[in-house]
């Protein structure tokens, strides 16, 4: 590491030292929360994507132990993703929708 430059777990510890608390990371929530959404109800999904964000911010300011953000971002993709299939799904329905409306009104 380049001297005068301090990594994550640096400046937390100087943060603790100077007396500042962090609050603590809630990355396992959110990746919990972004499985579900996958397996589960993609609503799951939403607040994963929303809870990721929020935290992903608070550690970028700082005021969130950074520990937890490989848990927060992969919760945070996992919600993503589930929403991207929900998404996909909905479209694939309207069109097999339409296209059976569209052959019943041809057939008659």
């Known amino acids: 590491m380049v ?4 990594g ?7 943060q603790q ?6 609050a603590p990371h809630r990355g396992v929530v959110v990746l919990v929360l972004g499985i579900l959404g996958i397996v589960v109800c993609f609503i799951c999904g939403i607040i994963a994507w929303v809870m990721g964000n929020n ?5 970028d300011a ?3 132990d950074p520990t937890g953000r490989g848990l927060t971002q992969a919760g945070k993709i996992c919600g993503m993703i589930s929403c991207i299939l929900v998404i996909v799904g909905i479209v694939i329905w309207l069109l097999i929708v339409l296209l059976a ?3 019943a009104v041809v057939s008659r």
């Open 3 to 6: 001297e005068g430059t301090q």
């Open 17 to 22: 030292a100077a007396g500042q608390s962090l």
């Open 55 to 59: 935290d992903l911010r608070q550690m």
């Open 62 to 64: 700082g005021t969130m």
């Open 8 to 14: 994550p777990t640096e400046s937390v510890e100087v």
């Open 101 to 103: 409306g569209a052959s």
